[in-house]
């Protein structure tokens, strides 16, 4: 019954910015821990970024000062501000929510960086 959406991706040129956003329903992810994962064709899905219930974040070395991960309890979202964006990056973005021992995922949203 928990659902994710996320949004925000799109085609960006190397150096510029995009921010992703992850909305839950019902009033859930303040409760949850939060992961940013990155899927790109012939790899595994990886972590890029992570935000615990208290507030704890954790970022993959590849995003490491470049990418930034927050939450907005009252909207029930969670951000991934991604700057200097690097052709490496693209991929397709999903938001995973950890609840009660659950894990939820959403669709993606595919973020390109061109050379």
């Known amino acids: 019954q928990v659902q994710l959406v996320e949004s925000g991706g799109g085609l960006v040129q190397a150096g510029g910015s995009l921010r992703l956003s992850c909305v839950a329903s019902?009033?859930?992810?303040?409760?949850?821990?939060v992961g940013w994962y990155r899927q790109v064709p012939g790899k595994q899905r990886e972590l890029v970024a992570g935000?615990?219930?208290?507030?704890?974040?954790n970022y993959a070395d590849s995003v490491k000062g470049r990418f930034t991960i927050s939450r907005d309890n009252a909207k029930n979202t969670v951000y991934l501000q991604m700057n200097s964006l690097k052709p490496e990056d693209t991929g397709v973005y999903y938001c995973?929510?950890?609840?009660?021992?659950?894990?939820?995922w959403g669709k993606g949203t595919l973020a390109t960086v061109s050379s």
């Open positions: 995973n929510a950890k609840l009660h021992g659950v894990d939820y």
């Open positions: 019902g009033s859930i992810l303040r409760f949850a821990d």
């Open positions: 935000i615990s219930r208290g507030g704890s974040t």
